[in-house]
């Protein structure tokens, strides 16, 4: 089978990106697009790791040597956004990216030539994504960093977004009913966050979905067209359909492991409702047991969120000899800070006493992503000891309990 370039794209978010991803979708070679931003001992590891046969950057194509083979149906090779872990390289083909733009430019009801903005990174599956809905809707997108001037004066038909920047344009009293849709992925989105986008007279659609899928794949818990969902007895979500990527580049082991059968096998928990919507309730290991009861760090970070003096929250847990795991409370405070007492009955009423924290932190603001995820490791960093438990020491007990539900929760690569 004869081998497929892949080029490193070395770019700003801009036409000459645009112009290559347009490229590979028609055929041309395939893309691998890195944070321009990046230190040079990133970008070496990065280089060493998915071998692609030429860069590009600003001044042209520099051969590399060393490339390994590339399946000719795949066009672009994305890494994922490495939350918790090294990144990898899902490889998707044109198809499949294209399946996920009809989709997604179906189920929002858009028109030809209707703009996109495009203020998340390019080199994330979200962003790749904004571009080639808009190859598809015959539009050129607005590019731009993710600014709330930007976010203002926009005068495109949808964007994609991840929660931080929704809470953020929220807080600053931007205008949000200039987009026809507004997609939100990438992390959870409390209920609270989207009640108040939706008071704001924003038109507010969360989506689940990861670099394996192409980006999102279930909105607002619906599976888009072709797009199946199937929940395991240990609650994991599994998906299929025409969006999933084929594979890991040069990592047949892994690949092995997270793509059976047609299905791509997520580290994501989830219920299915009685209306067939899917609920995700957190990566599998944010679940963790606490006093014997299987408790969702997104189910207690969504409920300390909905507290009138939290403005932002995270849950971890640390290991604990009596409890199993104590969980930890890591808030942004509005005006006058939580006491913990607060926060621990807020909580039990509305997630069940399990989930109460019994340690609060209090920040000045959540670490996250170049691209606006939280970033778990920096969190568990911060707190100096507290820890996800490993998807295989999950022994499930009772449900976890939900509360404030976020709803419909993109997983740990998701995205848009």
Not at 19 to 46: F, H, K, M, N, Y
Not at 296 to 313: C, D, F, G, I, Y
Not at 347 to 372: F, Y
């Amino acid at each position: 089978m004869p081998s497929r370039p892949l080029h490193a794209l070395v770019l700003p978010p801009g036409p000459q990106l645009l112009e290559a991803v347009a490229a590979a979708i028609d055929g041309g070679p395939a893309v691998l697009p890195l944070d321009p931003a990046a230190s040079p001992a990133v970008r070496t590891r990065q280089l060493d790791q998915f071998r692609p046969h030429a860069l590009v950057d600003g001044d042209g194509v520099h051969p590399l040597a060393g490339a390994a083979d590339l399946d000719p149906d795949v066009a672009v090779v994305i890494g994922t956004s490495g939350s918790t872990g090294t990144p990898k390289g899902a490889q998707l083909s044109a198809a499949a990216l294209l399946h996920s733009a009809d989709a997604t430019l179906a189920r929002l009801d858009a028109t030809p030539m209707q703009r996109w903005l495009c203020c998340l990174p390019t080199h994330n599956i979200a962003g790749i994504q904004v571009l080639v809905r808009s190859l598809v809707a015959g539009s050129t997108p607005e590019i731009a960093p993710f600014t709330l001037a930007a976010l203002g004066a926009s005068s495109a038909d949808f964007v994609s977004v991840v929660p931080t920047m929704l809470y953020r344009a929220l807080e600053a009293g931007v205008d949000l009913t200039r987009f026809q849709t507004i997609l939100v992925g990438g992390d959870a989105m409390p209920l609270s966050l989207h009640k108040r986008a939706t008071v704001a007279g924003a038109r507010v659609v969360t989506t689940y979905g990861m670099s394996e899928t192409g980006g999102g794949a279930v909105y607002d818990g619906v599976p888009l067209d072709g797009v199946r969902v199937a929940v395991d007895p240990d609650e994991r979500i599994r998906l299929a359909g025409p969006v999933l990527a084929s594979g890991y580049r040069l990592d047949p082991g892994l690949t092995a492991t997270a793509f059976v059968d047609g299905w791509h096998v997520t580290q994501d928990a989830g219920q299915l409702g009685h209306d067939g919507r899917l609920h995700v309730l957190g990566r599998l290991d944010d679940i963790v047991i606490s006093g014997g009861v299987n408790v969702s760090m997104v189910v207690v970070a969504a409920a300390l969120t909905a507290h009138p003096s939290v403005a932002q929250a995270a849950a971890y847990a640390r290991p604990d000899a009596e409890w199993g795991h104590r969980i930890v409370a890591v808030v942004v405070p509005r005006r006058e800070p939580p006491t913990l007492d607060v926060l621990r009955s807020f909580v039990s009423a509305a997630a069940g006493a399990a989930a109460a924290p019994r340690e609060l932190v209090l920040v000045e603001e959540l670490p996250t992503l170049p691209g606006g995820k939280l970033d778990r490791n920096a969190i568990g960093r911060l707190l100096g000891g507290a820890t996800n438990t490993p998807p295989d020491s999950r022994r499930p007990t009772s449900p976890p309990p939900r509360g404030d539900s976020p709803g419909p929760r993109p997983g740990s690569t998701s995205d848009s």
